[in-house]
Structure formats: C-alpha cells, structure tokens
C-alpha cells in the first residue's frame, strides 16, 4: 500500500501523500487556495484520491496549478502523466471497469480540451464535476 492510498479523500490529505511520494521533483501547491477542485463528497476514499490526483494532472497540462505544482513546463507535464498514472492504478486495483473508463474519459477530455489543446477554466471545471458525479454513481 503507498501513502496516498492510505489517505482521505481530500485535497489537503492527497497534497501531503502526493508530495511524499513524488520526493524532490515537484513542489506544493497550496491546496486550500485552490479552485475548481472536483467534489469528493460521496466517493470512496480512494475514488476520491484517484479523481482529484487525475484533476491535478489535468491541471498541470494545462499549464496550472493543482495540488502539485512544478516550476519547469516540461517537468510540469511529466508530472501531470505520473499524477494520471497513479489515478487510473488507484481505480484499477478496484477492478471496476466502468469507474476506470469514467476516469480514463475525463482524463483524455480534460487533457485534449475541445479544441485540442488542454481545457482549462471553466471548462475544466466542468469535466471534472461530470466525472465526479458519474463516478459517485457507478
């Protein structure tokens, strides 16, 4: 079990995971100035981990601030891939292939955007609460 599967699901508690599994190459992000943060209320713990760790990722291609941050761009999007990656292993050890195909969606929406390039704002914010919702549901 890694540390930030042992976490609750909130933004402060992933912050602090993710920061300890990731060591050197990122900095923090203050997670309560953060908006747009996708609600977890209603997800398990590690649903609920796994979504907002995609979220940041998101973030992060987007050129913005998640939970983590990094001050090179290109360290920056490395990052975001890893933040992904360890959302989908996180819902993958549930075996729930619907909640990975959710994940796996919003991941590529948030990432690609409508118009091909990463979504940021509100449209970001959008994507994200869609996921919540649907996986709440499934």
């Known amino acids: 079990m890694t540390r930030t599967e042992s ?3 909130t933004p402060e508690s992933l912050h602090a995971a993710l920061l300890a599994d990731a060591g050197g190459t990122v900095v923090g992000a203050d ?3 953060l908006a747009g943060a996708p609600a977890v ?7 609920g981990l796994a979504l907002l760790a995609a979220w940041t990722g998101a973030r992060l291609h987007a050129g913005e601030v998640g939970l983590l941050a990094a001050a090179d761009p290109d360290v920056a999007l490395l990052v975001g891939d890893w933040c992904f990656a360890h959302a989908l292993g ?9 909640a ?4 796996s969606n ?3 929406h948030g990432s690609s955007g409508a118009n ?4 940021r704002g509100d449209e970001l914010a959008e994507i994200w609460g869609e996921a919540s919702r649907r996986m709440a549901c499934s």
């Open 7 to 9: 976490a609750a699901a």
């Open 31 to 33: 997670p309560g100035a």
């Open 41 to 47: 209320d209603g997800l398990a713990p590690a649903r």
């Open 90 to 98: 996180a819902v993958a050890r549930e075996g729930d292939l619907q």
């Open 100 to 103: 990975i195909a959710l994940l």
């Open 106 to 108: 919003a991941i590529d």
């Open 116 to 119: 091909g390039v990463p979504a």
